[in-house]
């Protein structure tokens, strides 16, 4: 990609920005018959509360934010329980990434592919040893980039929010 694509921790004066990408990811995601994203979740207060954690960040294409995700260390009450099993990992610690959209007119540029790699490097960096990822079952376009960016399917888990299904990946970097 010619383009330049970083990532970046989000601050409250992407808040807006932020929503309108979520909004327009919903709303596709919702005509897909993708039921991930419910009308409340995630909204500006699980967006707001990644940025007091230093947990949100943007990813900016050329110095426009055109996508966010959460990058969460764990332990992810998500994440306690498995219908498989995760990989093992060196030392038992992760990061899980979640609320991760890309802003629908800019899909297909390979912003999302990239940005796991970003992700990746920046978990290395902070020492970490594991990424985690859900999706649901319909997410397919999910699915085929967290299988691009390398990441193995190890089972479902359960949302405790609402105990709906998700599909469960991880990988374990060296």
């Known amino acids: 990609m010619d383009k330049e694509i970083i990532t970046r921790q989000a601050t409250t004066a992407d808040i807006t920005r ?5 909004a327009g990811a ?20 699980d967006f707001l509360t990644d940025i007091e ?16 995700y959460a990058l969460v260390a764990g332990p992810d009450i998500n994440y ?4 498989g099993a995760w990989l093992p990992a060196s030392d038992g610690q992760y990061f899980a990434i979640h609320r991760i959209a890309v802003d ?3 899909q297909g540029l390979g912003l999302a ?15 970490g040893h594991e990424m985690r990822i859900d999706t649901h079952e319909v997410n397919v376009p999910m699915q085929k980039v967290i299988k691009k960016a390398g990441f193995t399917y190890n089972g479902i888990v359960y949302m405790v929010a609402d105990g709906t299904p998700r599909l469960a990946y991880s990988k374990i970097l060296l």
Do not use: C, F
């Open 26 to 45: 919903r709303q596709k995601m919702h005509a897909q018959g993708n039921p991930q994203w419910g009308q409340a979740y995630p909204g500006r207060v």
């Open 18 to 22: 932020i929503l309108e990408i979520v």
């Open 104 to 106: 629908v007119h800019k």
């Open 113 to 127: 592919t990239h940005t796991m790699h970003l992700i990746e490097t920046m978990v290395q960096t902070i020492s």
């Open 53 to 68: 954690r230093h947990q949100g960040y943007v990813i900016e294409l050329d110095g426009e934010v055109v996508g966010v």
């Open 80 to 83: 306690d329980k498995i219908e």
